[in-house]
């Protein structure tokens, strides 16, 4: 692994594409179209508007302008009447609460401002982690149009003293009559609601508790409860494996709810221990994409190389059939062998055979990675409950159905079986935050707070349980399901008192309520739960998946969640519907992803248009009698002849204009298998316009930008100077010299004071993109939308690149094959089949000597003594000379106002959502430039808390939103001038490099090597 | 400017001459009682120190209104009950439980420290009140206005007489002239002509044309620019509040503690507008302002007891207390009052940095507030003035330990002995604007 490696972003940019190149060269993707006006000479000699009255309007409007400006207007201050004690105007408050919406779990930490919740960060001292969704969660709060307001009962307001009546009532009839009511939530993980649920069951015998999760891990769910007797899904402890072996299981995206943290803490180049990561997929995934190997199998190969693996690993013989892959999968064998209780197979495919079979591996390799105890409780749907409730609603058997937070009418394949049964119903009764079409459809509508509103506890694995406190007063007539429940079944008790006493009595053991609801969390012991060991027959489960694959025909589509939108739960979330993909880089979209091969032979294509903006054809998928037409984006390490769709798009009912994007893959989610055999895919004509980034950020051919190690290079004893960390040189005197040794600038002393460095382990950075989000929420960042997207104009202050590489990487590796000459160019550049992945985070480097500064005709931007570069706003006035100049292309212009403007609808343009703005950062106008600042606001609120309390700032006491978002420790950021603080250390590491450090702008960014883990011996 | 009613200083000149002279006029009116001041005095500091949180002259407040107590009651019942009234409920005095049961059993305080004089002495002030000094008041408070309001209108008077004298000076020559001799009445004047060759001079003399040219471009330049540059500069700016809050009783004449109501600035970014539960804690109690209490507005409006006592009702009415009853009603009304200091979105800044840090008096940029009957904004707030302070001041960091080691590296490197904000990094631009 050396540095001829070739890293790409595009296909088109592989291809060699024109467009791509001229892209490459300008700044703003967008040419500013003068010469649509001042090239149509027609239209400027049939104009009205002389140049004179041009010039007449030009001085009238400034004139009128001035004046008006003259004029400030008149501010009112209006305090409280009584000012709670715990508020002090201008300083945050932090409560730890829980997430918990039936898809995203999390144990965190709020940030309010004068009662209202702006940030979400993780609770670290839980073991809390966040993803991008969980962090835009608290925008999802203020969604003024789609958050339920008041109780309704077929559309007409009613008080909740009479809704309850009318409930109350019905339930007894349906009591008597010894009718079944169902209850049907998504997945709570709350103990003490589980026991209310318990408790209303009991009052109304007749009723029962179905969990129902949009995207389902049922499968798992099942296999455990076979194997281990309890219907719950392990827990994996990534950090101390040695091999890990993932079928399609995206464990780094929403698999058993992410398991990044134990995963990045087990790839520590520094500790010598990394493990070895092999993903067999279809899809290119977020944890295919950063694992050691990337094995491309389309769906029904990947059953079979799990079966041979099996096979291998057991030398047992079930039933299966030979892969393309079957050498690697014998090599994969005795790897896990090798590594023997460290090894760990996991698989993503739910069913529950599948899982069977992986649950056995394991217990073969006597794995201590899985944790049958610590089990997780975040995904408790089961499909087979959920499919019966629908058929017994259409037969007339339940004749009551009370839902909380769920749509089933969105997300299940068969919605129309089940509206269908909806209205059959004698009683139905939709408890939920948000509106939507199940709400919409039932009779009583109970509007419930949001979790950020909520009292309330969750207990996401066996060891923390997790207390949720309200963080703002309800924005909205709510109450929560919990009051409602205990009001049903006959209880007086207010929830928060039932809370209070459950926890206390069942789980704190004498430990302060207070203490736990301060710290978020409490923690429990173990229990083990071993002797409940089922016997179950992997033969037979063998035969059954065989026997499934083997049917296997056509196109095998792949189901998935995306990193932005998950199950879908969030699709009103602008900040969430900007955020693009961490793999295709796009945006405000789902698409189909074709593998390049099946691309070619059905004609699809992804041109890039001049202004950097893609297209795609559309393609008509159709499964089991279902059809949808889907845009097609061409991903490279796609497995031929398989076909990826996300899930959560689509969504339409009750969401603004601007949120109504891409197409409902949920109708081809038969019994929430997220494997579809025989598939047909079809091109049917027009053209998508995808509003995707990947083209418009390019590199303009810059090398070194990525360095990527392999784990033996960085453990060797070899001089990384020259041989993995080559820096750069230039030349200087008609001699080749380091870079660093000459400059253009003088140097300034920068050692008094702080001088904040911010440290990005490429290798810890799983593209997650939280740090995305949480950089939105602290610095205001506009959201700008589809359009404004695809011409470039998006204007996230830290994006991260995702860089393609090819396979066969170096001469070396070339040669060996054979290759030479020509063919050996080409190969090395080949458009890859599957190509290596490298995230990295960009973001303004603030370099030392930095070019934009120069440039700036008004001294806008500047360097400060501590190492930040600074904006002033106010003082610029837009030339974007520094844009031009800056080789990493990380600022950002604002085109447009984007607040308080109608054309950019999103939260800055209405009351609730500007209730989520940080009130210390300013809201960009029109006409300016911006772009990271490192936080300044909160580097500037450390140390004023230390001032005031009259000490030295403490050792890594400095933070920006992005590195306190990141839950692997990818991103540490400090004061280098404190050698205490962990980025001191970092700054001088062997792996620590600058980006393009030939142009020695001595970025105050540094980035450490990526390293992988090739299995060397 | 900003487009709020701002206060008409000449009616409120011409006002407050014809208050003037009406109160001179009537000012020959004296004492009318026969008071023996010295006792009043004593007995009014020891009412004002033990009893006046719950008891008032003239209405009922925690305790029964003590107006004339003394001819409703024996002077020794009054003694015995004010010495330690729980003793004597106890032996059994039917009156004193009547009392106590009238106030739902509220406990008053027993004061055995009081000798019968001190006693007696607070009889004496519930008995004959407040003595009334019309005159001494009304004329402090003229004088005290007008001496601090000179400059601005004096300019003009003093522009005016000269103006007018120079006129007289000039018809005074041009009559000279003409009984002189020296030209004929109706022929034009000599002052005339001389214009008239000098304007003929003037044209000639090229020198002169570009010079009076720059000078006027000059003139025009400067005083263009300098209307520019106090757009949105609010320096004086004063608008009417909702409630005719005076600081300088609050802060300059009771000596309340700026802080004590502005109580987030040591701590945040904001020095906080008081919630009205803070006004509450003395207002509970302070129902109505001593009767010799004015405050004089910018433009003449003199509030005398009346109007101020309904100033206070708006603060009851803010923070729902029913002052009759003596309780909090729950119907509350927030007070929109007018923000006097705007700084635009685009800059930060922090009071606790000022206040706590550094240790600033609030004075120090919101002027002598303790003198204001009605705020005004005291400085330009512009960023010059900001960063002029920034350049000078230099920092006391004795005792902080933040400063500890950075000011000892930059003493050295700019080789003084106390280094300035400026050179701390406090005229960087990121400092300010984020």
């Given at each position: ?79 409280y009447?009584?000012k709670p004690d715990d508020v002090t105007l201008g300083v945050a408050d932090w409560y730890a609460t829980s997430m918990a919406d039936g898809y995203d779990f999390a144990n965190v930490l709020v940030k309010t401002r004068e009662g209202r919740p702006i940030q979400i960060m993780p609770n670290k001292e839980a073991n809390g982690t966040t993803s991008a969704r969980v962090q835009a969660a608290v925008l999802s709060l203020y969604d003024e149009?789609l958050r339920l ?37 998504g997945s709570m993980a709350s103990p003490s609601t ?63 709810g992410g398991?990044e943290k ?116 975040i ?26 937070n ?26 939920s935050t948000e ?12 509007p419930t707070p949001h979790f950020l509103e909520s009292w309330g506890d969750a207990q996401f694995d066996?060891?923390t349980y997790g207390l949720m406190q309200p963080t703002i007063q309800p924005l909205f007539?709510t109450r929560q399901v919990q009051d ?11 929830y928060y008192?039932?809370l209070k006493?459950?926890a206390?009595?069942?789980i704190l053991?004498?430990?302060s309520w207070n203490k736990a609801l301060h710290n978020g969390f409490f923690t ?39 990193t932005g939108l998950g199950?879908?739960k969030q699709?009103n979330n602008p900040w969430l519907?900007?955020f ?188 997650c993109g939280a740090c995305v989000v949480a950089c939105h929420a602290e610095n205001n960042v506009?959201v ?14 830290l ?107 999103f939260n800055m343009?209405n009351e609730y959502g500007k209730m989520v703005l940080n009130p210390d950062v300013?809201v ?11 936080c300044?606001q909160m580097t500037q609120a450390t140390?004023l808390k ?10 890594d006491e400095f933070e920006t939103a992005c590195s306190s978002a990141c839950t692997t420790g990818?991103m540490?950021f ?44 | ?263 987030s600035?040591?701590h945040s970014k904001t ?164």
């Open positions: 692994m050396a540095s001829d490696k070739k890293y790409w972003q595009s296909v088109e940019e592989l291809k060699g594409s024109s467009i791509v190149e001229t892209l490459s060269e300008n700044e703003f993707v967008e040419e500013i179209p003068t010469d649509q006006f001042l090239g149509d000479k027609e239209t400027l000699e049939n104009s009205s508007t002389s140049r004179r009255d041009f010039l007449k309007y030009v001085g009238f409007t400034t004139a009128a302008a001035s004046l008006a400006a003259c004029e400030g207007p008149v501010r009112k201050s209006i305090p009447v009584v149009k307001k008041e109780p309704t009962k077929g559309g007409e307001a009613i008080s909740w003293a009479d809704a309850d009546k009318e409930v109350k009532a019905k339930l007894s009839e349906l009591k008597e009559a010894n009718k079944s009511v169902v209850l049907l939530t589980d026991k209310i649920i318990e408790g209303f069951i009991a009052a109304n015998p007749n009723a029962k508790h179905v969990v129902y999760d949009a995207v389902s891990e049922s499968g798992a769910a099942d296999a455990f409860m076979a194997m281990y007797g309890k219907r719950a899904l392990p827990n994996y402890h990534l950090d101390k494996a040695k091999t890990i072996v993932s079928f399609g299981a995206d464990f780094l995206g929403d698999f058993h398991l134990s995963y990045v803490a087990g790839r520590k180049s520094e500790t010598g221990h990394m493990s070895y990561h092999v993903q067999v997929e279809s899809n290119m995934s977020l944890t295919g994409a950063n694992s050691d190997k990337r094995v491309v199998v389309k769906p029904s190969d990947q059953v079979f190389a799990l079966l041979n693996l099996y096979n291998a690993v057991t030398g047992a013989n079930v039933p299966s059939k030979a892969t393309s892959v079957d050498s690697t999968v014998k090599k994969l064998a005795s790897d896990l062998k090798k590594s023997g209780s460290k090894g760990v197979v996991l698989t993503g495919l739910n069913d529950k055979n599948a899982q069977l079979i992986a649950l056995a591996i394991n217990k073969a390799l006597n794995s201590e990675i899985i944790d049958i105890n610590n089990t997780l409780n995904r408790q749907g089961n499909d087979a409950e959920v499919s019966q409730l629908i058929s017994d609603m259409k037969s007339g058997k339940v004749a009551g159905l009370i839902s909380y769920v749509d089933p009418i969105y997300s299940l394949s068969n919605s129309s079986d089940f509206s269908e049964g909806l209205k059959k119903l004698e009683l139905s009764v939709a408890l509106n939507n079409e199940t709400v919409n459809a039932s009779n009583f509508v109970l066996s060891v007539n409602a429940l205990l009001n049903w079944s006959g209880d007086a008790t207010k008192d039932y006493s459950f206390t009595t069942n053991g004498g430990s429990k012991e173990v229990v083990n739960s071993e002797a409940n060991l089922a016997e179950v027959s992997i033969s037979d489960a063998a035969a059954k998946l065989s026997s499934s694959a083997k049917k296997a025909s056509g196109f095998e589509l792949n189901l998935y969640t995306k199950d879908g699709a519907q900007e693009p993909d961490p793999i295709t880089r796009a945006s405000w979209d789902n698409y189909l992803m074709m593998s390049m091969a099946d691309a070619r032979e059905l004609g699809f294509s992804n041109p890039v248009k001049d202004n950097g903006a893609i297209d795609g054809d559309y393609a008509k998928v159709s499964v089991n009698g279902k059809e949808v037409v889907v845009p097609v984006m061409v991903q490279p390490g796609q497995a031929i002849g398989s076909v990826g769709l996300a899930l959560g798009y689509g969504k339409t009912f009750g969401l603004n204009e601007e949120m109504q994007v891409g197409v409902n893959a949920y109708p081809l989610y038969t019994n929430g298998n997220n494997i579809q055999y025989g598939v047909t895919v079809e091109k049917v004509s027009g053209t998508h316009k995808f509003a995707c980034t990947q083209v418009q950020k390019t590199i303009a051919g810059r090398h070194d930008i990525l360095k990527v190690a392999s784990l033996k290079q960085v453990t060797s004893n070899a001089d990384p100077k020259h041989t993995w960390n080559k820096p750069a040189f230039v030349s200087y005197d008609h001699n080749e010299v380091e870079a660093k040794t000459i400059d253009l600038w003088d140097e300034h002393n920068r050692e008094i004071g702080h001088h904040f460095n911010l440290s990005i382990d490429l290798t810890s950075c799983t593209g506009p700008v939308g589809k359009k404004e997207v695809r011409v470039g104009r998006d204007m996230h202050w994006r991260i690149d995702r860089y393609y590489s090819s396979e066969i990487a170096t001469r070396e590796e070339a040669k060996a094959q054979g290759l030479s000459g020509g063919d050996l160019y080409k190969a090395i550049e080949t458009e890859a089949e599957n190509p290596e992945v490298t995230f990295q985070p960009m973001m303004c480097q603030h370099c030392n000597h930095a070019p934009c500064e120069t440039v700036c005709p008004v001294a806008a931007t500047s360097h400060g003594r501590q190492g930040q570069n600074q904006m002033a706003y106010n003082r610029c006035v837009g030339t974007r000379y520094c844009a031009n100049n800056c080789p990493y292309r990380v600022r950002r212009f604002n085109w447009f106002n984007y607040s308080n403007n109608n054309e950019f609808d343009n300013v960009r106008s029109r006409g300016v430039m911006e772009k990271c600042s490192m300044i140390i230390a001032k005031k309390e009259g000490r030295a700032v403490n050792t990818a540490v400090g004061d280098i001038n404190n050698k205490e603080d962990k980025v001191a250390a970092l700054v001088e590491d062997k792996k620590a490099y600058g980006v393009l450090d030939y142009l020695q702008t001595k970025p105050n960014v540094i980035y450490q090597v990526k390293v992988k883990n090739t299995n060397e011996a | 400017m900003k487009s709020v009613e701002l206060h008409n200083r000449l009616t409120k000149l011409l006002l407050k001459s014809f208050t003037f002279l009406l109160i001179f006029a009537f000012s020959m009116s004296s004492y009318s009682q026969d008071i023996d001041e010295a006792r009043q005095k004593e007995g009014k500091k020891l009412f004002k120190s033990l009893c006046a949180s719950c008891h008032k002259l003239d209405k009922k407040l925690i305790g029964p209104a003590l107006s004339g107590i003394e001819e409703r009651r024996e002077n020794d019942w009054l003694k015995a009950w004010i010495k330690n009234n729980a003793e004597l409920r106890a032996s059994g005095d039917r009156d004193a439980i009547a009392v106590f049961e009238e106030y739902k059993g509220s406990n008053m305080t027993a004061f055995p420290q009081l000798s019968d004089k001190n006693v007696d002495d607070i009889l004496y002030y519930t008995t004959v009140g407040e003595i009334k000094k019309k005159v001494a008041v009304a004329d402090n408070a003229t004088s005290g206005a007008s001496s601090g309001e000179a400059p601005g209108w004096l300019i003009y008077i003093l522009a005016s007489a000269i103006i007018v004298a120079f006129l007289m000076i000039a018809s005074l020559l041009k009559q000279v002239n003409e009984l002189k001799g020296n030209t004929a009445p109706g022929e034009s004047s000599n002052l005339k002509r001389d214009l008239h060759e000098l304007w003929a001079g003037l044209k000639r003399n090229t020198f002169l044309k570009v010079l009076t040219t720059i000078f006027l471009m000059l003139i025009g330049a400067y005083v263009f620019f300098g209307t520019l540059f106090k757009v949105g500069v609010d320096e004086g700016y004063q608008p009417i509040q909702p409630i005719a809050f005076s600081h300088k009783i609050h802060a300059g004449d009771n000596k309340i503690d700026c802080q004590y109501c502005h109580s600035a040591k020095s906080g507008i008081p919630s009205v539960n803070v006004c509450m804690n003395c207002h509970k109690n302070i129902s109505e302002v001593a009767d010799d209490t004015v405050v004089e507005l910018e433009d003449g409006i003199v509030l005398g007891k009346e109007e101020l006592d309904l100033e206070i009702a708006k603060v009851y009415k803010a923070a729902g207390w029913d002052a009759d009853n003596l309780e909090y009603t729950g119907e509350t009304s927030p007070i929109k009052w007018v923000r006097v200091h705007n700084l635009p979105d685009f800059v930060y800044f922090n009071h606790s940095q000022h206040v706590t840090v550094a240790g600033l008096e609030c004075q120090k940029c919101h002027g002598p507030v303790e003198e204001m009957e009605e705020l005004y904004q005291h400085s330009p707030l512009t960023m010059g003035w900001c960063i002029d302070c920034h350049k000078e001041t230099k920092v006391d960091l004795k005792g902080n330990d933040y400063y500890k080691k950075i000011h000892e590296d930059l003493a050295k490197k700019y080789n003084v002995d106390q280094v300035t904000i400026s050179q701390l990094g406090g005229k960087e631009c990121g400092k300010c604007h984020y």
